[in-house]
């Protein structure tokens, strides 16, 4: 019987250890989800109930987010329902600017990837989603599709979170 090559134990050392079926399907619970800090950062998942107003963001082949900039209050919870509108996969996730440049980076390495996490979602042509986030803090939320080559097209955008106390 023959060992399988070093890269391919890894792989499976890897499977053994976590489950096999995460990483076995391509999801996406890999060395960058630390989400805890940064959730802080730029909010928390929020409560359907609670969602003061729904913003549709559409998706688009030509690369970009309509519309491509929001404001919201702090303390806001948001519903944003997403809508694929191109004929290619897209997808949403809102983080800091750091968080989404190294997700980036992960998912050129890892074509494929699936997402399961409250803050990202992946749509296929012609579907629709949503996000309800909470906007815990003054600031910028960031937002931007990862996959490969789509960010650097220019499918990004800003959500400005006011400060309890501005108009």
């Known amino acids: 019987m023959?060992?399988?090559s070093?890269?391919?134990?890894?792989?499976?050392?890897?499977?053994?250890?976590?489950?096999?079926a995460?990483?076995?399907?391509?999801?996406?619970?890999?060395?960058?989800?630390?989400?805890?800090?940064?959730d802080s950062a730029i909010g928390q998942p929020g409560v359907a109930a609670r969602a003061s107003r729904s913003v549709r963001i559409d998706m688009n082949d030509r690369m970009r987010f309509s519309p491509e900039?929001?404001?919201v209050r702090q303390g806001e919870?948001?519903?944003?329902?997403?809508?694929?509108?191109?004929?290619v996969p897209h997808?949403?996730?809102?983080?800091t600017l750091q968080d989404l440049l190294a997700h980036r980076d992960q998912m050129a390495r890892q074509p494929g990837m699936a997402h399961a996490e409250p803050n990202q979602i992946t749509l296929a042509p012609g579907q629709q989603g949503e996000i309800v986030w909470h906007f815990s803090r003054a600031g910028t939320v960031h937002?931007?599709?990862?996959?490969?080559?789509?960010?650097?097209?220019?499918?990004?955008?800003e959500i400005q979170i006011r400060s309890s106390g501005q108009h």
């Open 2 to 4: 023959t060992r399988p």
């Open 6 to 20: 070093t890269p391919r134990r890894v792989l499976l050392a890897t499977l053994a250890l976590c489950g096999g």
């Open 22 to 38: 995460a990483f076995a399907a391509g999801s996406h619970h890999g060395p960058h989800g630390e989400h805890a800090a940064a």
């Open 69 to 71: 900039r929001l404001a």
């Open 77 to 87: 919870t948001v519903r944003l329902v997403v809508r694929n509108t191109g004929q």
């Open 91 to 95: 997808e949403l996730s809102l983080g």
């Open 143 to 157: 937002f931007a599709c990862l996959i490969p080559g789509h960010y650097e097209a220019g499918m990004r955008g």
